[in-house]
């Protein structure tokens, strides 16, 4: 398929506002010390919760792909996201376990 | 006191790899863990640990 | 449904698969228990590497996401890639309030 101009300008509007957003947010947040150990520890187990909920996920829609419509496209991408997933977390986990 | 890294990870309920990365001063303990470390050491957690310079 | 996709094998593969991850998990437990292995450096450690996988999950979903427009158009890949990106955001946004109330 040809990439449509439209879903691709909307894709970039929708980025930039995010990151708008986010920059107004980090910088209110700095000023008021928000994002101190509580916040990082919070957000850091909040993260671990939707990694395990994503990886779960993932292996559904994963075999759903497979039955569903066979080994195409978006199959290949689950297979990939479920690879960067793994190794991103060994990876991480071995930094880490010669860091702390 | 003689301990091991071994026998040090037992009494604290850890391994013996936080035992050795507590010995570097890589790993900040949690404040429960110090608080054993200090009692088994029968001392106060300043003396055990030292609070990192700015 | 897809043709050569031989639901047998399939269903051969995966109870497999299953006990080979179960008993490797329950040997490395049963080991990693004796050792504690599983203490506070070991949960704040994983957590970390989670934490950054995340990260990098959230990157790479997006990248998929803008690929498969250009390929694909909005077909399986891409709906399936938005509802991953929506579970993804609203399980970190219940996470972080559910741990917020209670830290």
């Keep these: 398929m040809i990439p449509s101009i439209e879903s691709l300008a909307g894709f970039i509007t929708g980025a930039g506002v995010v990151l708008l957003i986010a920059f107004l947010y ?4 700095k000023k008021e010390r928000r994002f101190d150990e ?11 919760v ?18 569903f419509e066979g080994p195409k496209l978006a199959y290949l991408l689950l297979s990939s996201a479920y690879g960067v997933m793994l190794i991103s977390y060994g990876v991480g986990a071995m930094i880490y376990n010669k860091r702390i | 006191m003689g301990l ?28 429960t863990l110090a608080f054993k470390i200090a009692k088994l050491f029968n001392c106060r957690i300043e003396d055990v640990f030292k609070p990192e310079e700015e | 449904m897809y043709e050569g ?20 998990w329950y040997f490395v437990r049963k080991k990693g228990k004796k050792e504690r292995m599983f ?8 957590r970390h590497a989670r934490s950054i996988s995340w990260k990098v999950m959230t990157g790479a979903i997006l990248i998929a996401w803008l690929i498969v427009m250009i390929v694909e158009g909005a077909k399986l890949a891409f709906f ?15 996470g972080a309030a ?3 109330k209670h830290h």
């Design chain 1, 26 to 29: 980090f910088k209110k947040g």
């Design chain 1, 38 to 48: 509580r916040y990082q520890e919070v957000h850091e187990k909040a993260r671990t």
């Design chain 1, 50 to 67: 939707s990694w395990s909920i994503t990886l779960i996920t993932l292996m559904l829609m994963w075999v759903g792909a497979l039955i």
């Design chain 2, 4 to 31: 091991t890294q071994d026998d040090l990870a037992e009494k604290l309920e850890v391994s013996r790899q936080t035992i050795i990365s507590l010995e570097k001063g890589r790993y900040n303990p949690s404040l």
């Design chain 3, 5 to 24: 996709f031989d639901i047998w094998a399939f269903l051969l593969g995966l109870p497999s698969g299953l006990a080979i991850w179960a008993i490797v």
């Design chain 3, 39 to 46: 203490d506070e450096r070991y949960t704040n450690l994983h």
């Design chain 3, 80 to 94: 399936i890639l938005t509802a991953l990106w929506v579970i993804h955001m609203l399980s970190w946004l219940i």
């Design chain 3, 98 to 100: 559910i741990v917020n």
